[in-house]
Structures are given as C-alpha cells and as structure tokens.
C-alpha cells in the first residue's frame, strides 16, 4: 500500500533525516497501520452514534467562589503595566465603536 518512496517523500516534507533502515521499518509498520484502517473501514459504523470518547468520562469541576485576596498589592507588582491600583491593558476596541 505504501513504499519506500513515499515514506521518503513524507520525511522530507516533515524535515526528517531517516537512514535506509528506517526508511524500510517505517515503510513495513506503516503499510501494517493502513492494513488495519482499510479492516475499519469495512465495517458497517452506520448505525453507530458519533461519539467523542469511546467511554463516557465526567468533567470533574469546582464550584467558582469569589474569594478576596488580602496583599493586592503582591498581584499588581507582578503586572507588566499598572496605573495606580488597576491592571493596565492595551485598549482593543476605538471610542467610536
């Protein structure tokens, strides 16, 4: 399905320096990994439900709590830019917007 050649070619484009040996190793697994692809894709996956993950999994979150921070004056001084006791950020929309 895939010979050596073309695993050269890939290598260039990837800017991979591969010996003779690899290229033939790369070219045997490869190939062995576009077999299998080919077996899936034989398979009737019509009636299966396009899904994200093979297993369900939870997303595990905290709550969100608004916490006050005593030494502000310990966030500030490892800002890039400040005024006074703010943030300063570059502005990113005009006044007339």
Known sequence: M???????KVAHLARLELTD???TAFTTQ???????FEQ???LDTSKVEPTT????VPNVT???RLQPFADREAILTGAPDREEEF???PQI?????
């Open 62 to 64: 905290r709550r969100d």
């Open 2 to 8: 895939i010979d050596r050649e073309q695993v050269h």
């Open 30 to 36: 490869l190939g062995s990994m576009l077999d299998y």
């Open 53 to 56: 993950r093979a297993i369900e």
């Open 21 to 23: 040996e690899e290229e």
């Open 40 to 42: 899936l894709s034989e």
């Open 93 to 97: 929309l005009s006044e007339t917007e």
């Open 87 to 89: 943030f300063k950020v």
